[in-house]
């Protein structure tokens, strides 16, 4: 295995740490969660609960309501691929981007060190309240917890950033979900140090 070298570890640090505990802004889901969008969920899935497919079914489930699958989540609060010109600058779609998060900027300092290919280790979410359609959008602040120091790992030498998210409903603020997230950001075996 490839040895690391304590002073990228030092310089990896000193642009990363300064990220280890900050939370960024609240982002919002692009679209209010959907019946529709629910339903194509659950399509996808093949899931046939019908507190997702059926009103008077989930009016008398003890949720009292249509909700969506808590796997949902992700789907369902994921930033769109691409908006128009035309409405990127309204209030209902500013702060929808990753722009300005603290995994984001990470991810630009690791690749500017060279640590530019990113892979996901894991994902936990623990669900804290049901959420659907009625709920508004699905809002989501994000705070880096911990930066590791360099490794090597079998796919390159990298460091790992992990993350918690927090999930609410835009109608009433209600904390909906959290999620911790390590996303590995390494260089490849085989490739060159970056300058930095």
Not at 23 to 36: A, Q
Not at 51 to 74: C, H, K, N, T
Not at 128 to 153: N, Y
């Amino acid at each position: 295995m490839t040895s690391i070298d304590a002073v990228e570890n030092e310089r990896m640090h000193a642009q990363l740490d300064p990220l280890v505990g900050v939370t960024g802004p609240l982002r919002w889901s692009p679209r209010p969660i959907e019946r529709s969008s629910v339903w194509n969920f659950c399509e996808s899935v093949e899931d046939a609960n019908p507190v997702y497919w059926d009103e008077s079914i989930a009016a008398e489930s003890r949720f009292g309501r249509l909700i969506a699958p808590p796997q949902a989540l992700m789907a369902l609060s994921q930033r769109p691929w691409w908006i128009p010109e035309c409405w990127r600058d309204r209030d209902d779609v500013v702060g929808i981007g990753n722009e300005g998060t603290p995994s984001t900027l990470a991810k630009q300092r690791s690749s500017a060190l060279g640590y530019d290919t990113a892979t996901n280790v894991t994902r936990n979410e623990e669900y804290l309240s049901p959420f659907g359609p009625g709920d508004g959008r699905l809002g989501q602040a994000e705070t880096l917890v911990e930066v590791s120091d360099l490794k090597a790992t079998k796919v390159g030498v990298g460091t790992f950033l992990t993350t918690e998210i927090e999930f609410v409903a835009e109608t009433d603020g209600r904390p909906v979900a959290r999620a911790r997230n390590v996303l590995l950001m390494y260089r490849p075996h085989g490739e060159r140090k970056g300058a930095a």
